[in-house]
């Protein structure tokens, strides 16, 4: 396992990046003490130590969905270790599009499948 947290909150925004009308398909996550105007934009989760570099071909669960990592952008090991933020994209990319952002293989999450109380792995 190289990253496990546990979801506490979902800002009223945060899945609002997932819309093909902007040619956005993603959220952000951060660590729960993320700053009043990020929080609005995120899933919120616990701090949670980064025990390896998430690579492609590695899994990620966020809540009730898996995905199969596809690129990782060069900042995202560096952010998600320190504030617990990266962006997760679903385009299933083999480049990420904002140094901050891990890309993933699948349909995107939705409101139902992440509930305070799940998890976000990486392994």
Not at 10 to 36: Q, Y
Not at 84 to 94: A, D, E, I, K, Q
Request: aromatic letters at 8%.
């Amino acid at each position: 396992m190289k990253y496990k947290t546990t979801v506490t909150g979902i800002g009223p925004e945060a899945f609002e990046f997932l819309s093909e009308e902007l040619d956005l398909n993603f959220v952000i996550i951060f660590n729960e003490d993320a700053p009043p105007e990020l929080a609005e934009l995120a899933i919120l989760h616990t701090a949670a130590k980064l025990e390896g570099i998430p690579a492609v071909g590695d899994t990620l669960k966020l809540g009730k969905k898996t995905y199969k990592i596809t690129a990782v952008g060069d900042e995202a090991p560096h952010t998600l270790e320190t504030l617990g933020h990266c962006t997760l994209g679903f385009n299933g990319g083999s480049e990420a599009y904002r140094p901050g952002c891990i890309m993933l293989d699948g349909d995107a999450v939705s409101v139902s499948d992440v509930q305070p109380g799940d998890t976000i792995e990486i392994y």
